[in-house]
């Protein structure tokens, strides 16, 4: 990921040229798709890091808000992972393919993390959920792009891409939920499909769905 990720914090004091935090995060990160939620605990985060108590209380006030800054590195990865995926010269829908399967490929291989970070956080009642909402957004403007180059679908409500987004969203939220594999063949098919039709028609969506990747 270039550069460092905003994270969410207890003030400028709490930033520390030593990667400290950094190490917190990743250890934060590993406890909670371990153990879950309810497992998860300070001891287990600072063992993970390899630090003292004192230095998890420099930087959070509570294991919750250390939550937060592991999400907040997580949607970072995921939009990462997204924009470096488009952002090459393929025509734009098959750009979107590619950041699709970007986004699918991490949560395959974080799954576990990711369902801490929805399912679970969300029923523990903690705030994560503005900061996805945020993120949502953020993909959206990654799709908006297609109306640059899909003229035609000028006339669509500006709401469109987010909706589409938030759709794809609360899909994969449900496998979560359900503890399924995130990625399969058929649900990215699916999705490339609903995310492509309001600018292609659904026969010009489901043949790029389904066309075989480039070798």
Known sequence: MAGRPPQPDRGAGSRRPDGQRERLVAAISKAAAEHGYEGLTVDRVIRNAGVERAVFDAHFESREQGLLAAQEAFLERLVWEATGACDRRAPWPLRVRAGLQAVLASLVESAALARVLTVE???AGLPLAERRLAALDEFARLMRRGREEVPATAHLPEVTERVLVGGVAS?????LLREEST???????????????PYLGRQEARRIAQEPPAA
């Open 121 to 123: 956080a969300d029923a």
């Open 183 to 197: 990625a399969t063949a058929t649900l990215e098919a699916e999705l490339v499909e609903l995310l492509l039709i």
């Open 171 to 175: 899909l994969l939220r449900q496998r």
